[in-house]
């Protein structure tokens, strides 16, 4: 079965600073993987996807994503950060094989955005 | 309306209470989901329903139990919970029952139980 490591509970980063969101997964094959945000009082919001291809994943908002066969991640990342991407951020993790396909999420990401 | 829509946002419920959540989806899509999600846990996946036929239990105790009338309606009904069954209940839905399928999510249910 496939899982998902976010090792990161909390991470303050200062508005305009770069910020970089690790995701480690465990899956036997290349998973589908996706970066869902939560804000305050909000359902999650897909950033972004990875099924195949490039390796570099552009999303909303902002955000890329870059998936690492070597080392099983894929961190998410954005280059300069705004007070209003203060939230939670999941990575999640599906398997393709055949059965019931469902998502496997990390535990979350909280992001504080200092001024 | 747009979008995943749940009622209420909020409940407080005592453990002999009986009370139903609800979730409508205006996206036209035939999977609907029930997950938990609790403080410092992963999502917990609930049930699925594909096309009103569930199916997946993940091993939910009976005092959830989920109702699927049409792909556009999704209910949980609750009863005789217990305090650890306060969380945020979210339903999501999708085209379909796949893996590689965008979950939409409604703003979630802060259910406390007393």
């Known amino acids: 079965a496939q899982s998902v490591t976010q090792p990161d509970i909390h991470i303050t980063v200062s508005e305009g600073a770069s910020l970089e969101l690790r995701c480690n997964y465990s899956?036997?094959?290349?998973?589908?993987l996706f970066w869902y945000v939560q804000s305050p009082g909000q359902g999650l919001q897909l950033l972004l996807k990875y099924f195949s291809g490039d390796t570099l994943v552009q999303g909303i908002k902002g955000f890329e994503a870059e998936f690492k066969r070597s080392q099983s991640s894929f961190n998410l990342r954005k280059p300069s950060v705004h007070w209003s991407d203060a939230a939670e951020y999941f990575c999640?993790?599906?398997?393709?094989?055949?059965?019931?396909?469902?998502?496997?999420f990390g535990t979350g990401t909280r992001l504080l955005v200092s001024p | 309306e747009t979008g995943v829509t749940q009622t209420p946002r909020h409940l407080v419920m005592g453990m002999t209470n009986k009370k139903s959540l609800k979730c409508e989806q205006h996206?036209?899509?035939?999977?609907m989901y029930w997950y938990k999600q609790s403080a410092k846990k992963p999502l917990e996946l609930m049930f699925v329903y594909n096309f009103k036929e569930q199916t997946e239990n993940n091993s939910v105790p009976s005092r959830f139990s989920p109702e699927c009338p049409n792909s556009s309606h999704l209910f949980l009904h609750l009863h005789t919970l217990q305090p650890e069954d306060s969380a945020l209940y979210l339903c999501?839905?999708?085209?379909?029952?796949?893996?590689?399928?965008?979950?939409?999510f409604g703003p979630g249910t802060r259910l406390l139980v007393l």
């Open positions: 996206l036209g899509h035939n999977a």
């Open positions: 999501a839905s999708s085209q379909e029952v796949a893996a590689r399928e965008t979950q939409y």
């Open positions: 999640a993790v599906g398997a393709r094989n055949t059965g019931f396909q469902k998502l496997v």
């Open positions: 899956y036997g094959a290349t998973p589908y």
